[in-house]
């Protein structure tokens, strides 16, 4: 029995390694936070140790939040410094986004995996459509609105990206864009946004599971921090080789690219219900 827990280590970091390598180039490759790809790549290591299926899509997604909290405060810092940020479009979130977090955390509290699976197979579905039907001209206006819409689109915004385990990137850069803002400031404001995200999703996560029984070694909640500390590393070493791939071929391919995986990992989570 004394072997348990240092096998049980042992399968957390050799996984957390393999998903952190993974992560990371296709991370480098898309030019994203990372989340939506580490959640179904974790979630399928998780299985592979034997991790309770109960728990096992919410530690994949509330340890997401927690890899992307360091990440997003760097790259937020590094674009603010530039002057890149829309400051006043991240201070008008500031609210709803930590709100529409909070709601997303009792959502993950109450729900089962089979259903965070269904949520994160639906938007991915969403957002891989968005990327295969993407048109540099579409425009909805030239002026970002104001509140209610605003308010609005941060609730939404900061809910849909907590279910999923993600910084909330691409769902930002698309509402930007749309209203005509270049491309360059919707990534360097969503670093902002990543971090109003990620920060409260981490503790909402840690409540939301706090205490089940089928937790796995070195967890907080529905976190887990063996991954974490190995993942991060990883990722980091790993996201300039997915760099080198992205810079080898065109935008428009690397989106297409994108997209199909995204439907890919729907389909799995979709198959994985029935």
């Not at 993974?22 to 898309?30: E, N, R, S, Y």
């Not at 999923?164 to 864009?177: A, E, H, P, S």
Request: hydrophobic share 55%; aromatic share 8%.
């Amino acid at each position: 029995m004394g072997d348990l827990p240092l096998m049980e280590l042992l399968s957390f970091a050799a996984a957390g390694i393999a998903v952190g390598l993974v992560a990371g180039i296709l991370a480098g490759v898309f030019g994203i936070g990372g989340g939506a790809v580490m959640v179904p790549v974790f979630y399928q290591a998780l299985g592979a140790i034997g991790v309770d299926e109960s728990v096992r899509m919410h530690i994949a997604v509330g340890t997401s939040l927690a890899i992307i909290v360091p990440t997003s405060l760097r790259s937020f810092q590094a674009h603010y410094r530039r002057n890149a940020v829309d400051t006043a479009l991240l201070k008008s979130f500031l609210i709803p986004v930590p709100a529409g977090v909070v709601l997303a955390s009792l959502v993950a509290a109450a729900i089962s995996s089979a259903g965070l699976r269904a949520i994160f197979g639906c938007i991915a579905i969403v957002v891989a459509l968005r990327l295969l039907l993407n048109r540099e001209h579409w425009r909805i206006g030239s002026e970002i609105p104001g509140n209610p819409v605003r308010a609005i689109v941060g609730l939404v915004l900061g809910f849909l990206s907590t279910l999923m385990g993600i910084g909330g990137g691409v769902l930002n850069n698309t509402f930007m864009t749309v209203f005509g803002r270049p491309m360059h400031q919707a990534v360097a404001t969503s670093s902002g946004v990543g971090v109003l995200i990620s920060i409260p999703g981490v503790l909402g996560y840690v409540w939301a599971g706090w205490g089940d029984p089928n937790l796995p070694l070195g967890s907080t909640g529905f976190v887990n921090w063996i991954a974490v500390a190995c993942i991060i590393p990883v990722t980091m070493l790993a996201a300039p080789l997915g760099v080198r791939v992205a810079h080898a071929v065109s935008k428009r391919q690397l989106e297409i690219a994108f997209g199909i995986f995204l439907l890919i990992v729907a389909a799995r989570f979709f198959f994985s219900l029935t």
